[in-house]
């Protein structure tokens, strides 16, 4: 005779790019270290299930196990390191039924959340974007710099940004970027940096000298190619 095992959907969540907006589809570990103190809760680390090829994690309560109530903090990782979580997060229990009260739908349980990819993920051919190695002359950290990367004229906008890991390194990915504009073909594009000082980020830096992996040094605006991953140095105070 087979035992059937029921579990009740606590929460799922998606993981997306910060610049594409695509699915994380590369193995992560998610998994809830702490939890607010509930007799019969689950056992930690509460770990998330991965779901049949839709690139989501499920929070999963098993039978004879009480659901927390109350914020649950995320942890996640990649194996590989292709993303990193620089903000963390977290969603608490239960979660508001508020499209499709009472019943909920599967829009209801979805907690949507960003990940920063880093120079382990594959770019794919075609796709613009910058490899940055950030250097500095002692005065300002390199890791967790907060970095904006645009084009046109104005201030940045608010949103997307990438952020250096501890060796001073970025995957900033640029997928808004086109080849033709106005029916007139534009091969390259002059963008504009950013660079702010953990941990309030109130405070930029001008880079002292951005030069490419040949070399080259770049004014700002910097000129870059559209369809290929430039490879930059950028030296900071």
Do not use: C
């Amino acid at each position: 005779m087979l035992e059937h095992v029921r579990h009740r959907l606590a929460a799922v969540v998606r993981f997306v790019d910060v610049f594409t907006r695509q699915a994380v589809r590369v193995p992560l570990d998610v998994r809830a270290e702490t939890l607010p103190v509930v007799p019969g809760m689950p056992r930690l680390p509460w770990k998330a299930v991965a779901g049949p090829n839709d690139a989501t994690y499920r929070f999963l309560v098993g039978a004879g196990t009480v659901m927390p109530v109350g914020p649950v903090p995320v942890t996640v990782s990649a194996p590989s390191e292709e993303y990193l979580d620089f903000e963390g997060f977290s969603f608490a229990l239960p979660l508001p039924f508020v499209a499709h009260p009472p019943t909920p739908a599967r829009s209801d349980l979805l907690v949507e959340k960003a990940l920063w990819p880093t120079r382990a993920v594959r770019v794919a051919q075609g796709e613009t974007a910058i490899v940055a190695t950030f250097k500095s002359a002692g005065a300002t950290p390199t890791s967790r710099l907060k970095v904006k990367i645009w084009s046109g004229l104005g201030p940045p906008p608010p949103t997307p940004y990438g952020y250096t890991d501890e060796r001073g390194e970025l995957l900033f990915r640029l997928p808004d970027l086109k080849t033709v504009v106005g029916g007139v073909l534009t091969p390259t594009a002059n963008l504009n940096l950013e660079v702010r000082v953990p941990p309030a980020y109130a405070v930029a830096v001008v880079p002292t000298q951005v030069k490419t992996a040949a070399g080259a040094v770049l004014p700002l605006p910097m000129p870059i190619r559209i369809t290929q991953v430039t490879t930059l140095e950028i030296s900071i105070p």
